[in-house]
């Protein structure tokens, strides 16, 4: 697959909530670097996508870059909740086929907001 392709895939499988088929495009030791947290590995993102699931509506996609092996995605993450859609940035780094690392850029007070509610 291209970068474009496979980027189009991992989002796609996030939406859908299928995060086996989502697990199978990133690297075992994929560096994750966001606002809220960091993960060197792929089995540590996944546990937190899952967990933000029932929060997870939609994405909003808007448009995807792409460079060779880096692209980035720009998309509201529409949610359940009174905080409304989130907008993010994601620059991504495509390897072999597989996603090698993701930085996410968000505005986090939404969220840590939300956190500090529950």
């Known amino acids: 697959m291209t970068t474009k392709e496979t980027a189009a895939a991992f989002y796609t499988h996030i ?3 299928d995060f086996a088929a989502a697990r199978r495009l990133l690297h075992d ?8 947290a960091t993960f060197d590995n792929a089995d540590a993102l ?6 933000i699931a ?9 448009h995807m870059f792409v460079d060779g092996e880096r692209a980035c995605f720009v998309y509201d993450l529409v949610t ?10 994601e620059y ?4 072999d086929g597989r996603i090698a690392s993701i ?7 939404p969220w840590l907001a939300r956190s500090a509610a529950e």
């Open 46 to 51: 996944i546990a937190r996508l899952q967990s």
């Open 92 to 95: 991504l780094v495509v390897r």
């Open 103 to 109: 930085h996410a850029h968000y505005d986090a007070a």
């Open 29 to 36: 030791d994929l560096d994750f670097q966001g606002p809220m």
């Open 54 to 62: 029932g929060v997870t509506a939609s994405f909003h996609h808007k």
């Open 15 to 17: 939406e859908n909530k």
């Open 80 to 89: 359940h909740t009174p905080m409304g859609p989130s907008p993010v940035a």
